[in-house]
């Protein structure tokens, strides 16, 4: 957020990255670029949801310094995806974790995530972002994924997913359930109101 106040939205991924590795937090007399925290320290995986991204971390690896690897956590935590908000329509809502309960503060967030942005069309079918998607293949198939999404949803929301990837007509058909809603890059930052439980 610090970095699109000082330089400005960036206009792709290229010039997104570059300003991710412009700007850099003094932390303990170390500096470390946005690029270091959320790559190095954080150990997040490269978005497969943004392959230009991705191509441009695995360039940057080689010139990682030994200083970040320090400081990273032990595993990576694949829920961190919905911990970083990096100012787009596609990205999770601005939240503070406290120290104590991060995993479930990070399981708050996939289902809030989850709830904000997966819809139905006009045409009944079941509407996932492509962040989701990426998420959850390695969790579970496609043909379940509706199924694991309700898990998330109130009941109401729940019945509308079920009801829509239960057509007869795309299972004759063996088609997909749901559309893959690709990564909106516009700028936008959504935040919540503090949860006072």
């Known amino acids: 957020m610090h970095a699109y106040l000082a330089y400005g939205v960036p206009a792709s991924d ?7 590795q412009k700007a850099a937090y003094m932390v303990g007399g170390h500096f470390f670029s946005a690029v270091d925290i959320e790559y190095n320290i954080l150990k997040m995986k490269p978005p497969a949801h943004r392959p230009q991204i991705a191509l441009l971390l695995a360039l940057h690896k080689f010139k990682v310094s030994e200083e970040p690897k320090k400081y990273s956590i032990d595993h990576p935590e694949p829920l961190i995806t919905f911990a970083l ?9 601005v939240r503070i974790f406290k120290r104590g309960n991060v995993i479930e503060s ?17 045409k009944g079918k079941l509407l996932v972002p492509k962040v989701l998607y990426c998420f959850a293949k390695g969790i579970v198939g496609d043909s379940l994924l509706p199924d694991w999404i309700c898990q998330f949803l109130s009941p109401e929301q729940a019945a509308v997913v079920r009801d829509s990837s239960s057509n007869p007509k795309r299972r004759l058909l063996s088609t997909r359930s749901f559309s893959i809603l690709s990564f909106d890059s516009r700028f936008r930052y959504l935040f919540l109101l503090e949860d006072k439980t």
Not at 14 to 20: D, E, G, P, T, V
């Open 85 to 93: 908000s990096c100012g787009m329509h596609s990205s999770p809502a």
């Open 14 to 20: 290229i010039k997104l990255f570059a300003l991710m």
């Open 106 to 122: 990070l399981k708050k967030s996939l289902k809030d995530y989850v709830q904000a942005s997966v819809g139905v069309s006009n």
